[in-house]
């Protein structure tokens, strides 16, 4: 059974940090690229940043210089570093996990609120 558990969202104040961690279990870890995605409400799900198996990075442009992506595949987690915090980042942020078309699992999400 394949579960990725976010943790580390809450609510933090404009300018401030925060640090996302998603623990995977019931996958190969280390061959799946890992991204954290997020949606606010009324809006679609949009991509925040990606990390590739072979640790090749992505970012949306709006957190581009903030956000920073990280993987540490001895402990199958993945991290999201949020600097800079602004309140147009307050949304649900879910990680997932993609190997293939028909392995691509997502977490439950965890919610972070920056306020103004």
């Known amino acids: 059974q394949v579960q990725l558990v976010e943790s580390g969202g809450g609510l933090v104040q404009a300018g401030g940090s925060l640090r996302l961690s998603c623990a995977a279990s019931g996958i190969v870890f280390s061959i799946n690229d890992m991204a954290w995605y997020r949606q606010a409400p009324g809006k679609q799900r949009e991509l925040v940043a990606g990390?590739?198996?072979?640790?090749?990075?992505n970012y949306a442009d709006s957190v581009k210089g903030r956000f920073t992506i990280s993987r540490d595949n001895t402990r199958d987690t993945v991290y999201l570093q949020m600097n800079s915090l602004k309140p147009e980042d307050t949304a649900v942020y879910y990680c997932?996990?993609?190997?293939?078309?028909?392995?691509?699992?997502w977490g439950q999400g965890t919610q972070v609120t920056v306020s103004s």
């Open positions: 990390i590739t198996a072979s640790g090749r990075l």
């Open positions: 997932n996990a993609r190997y293939s078309r028909v392995s691509d699992h």
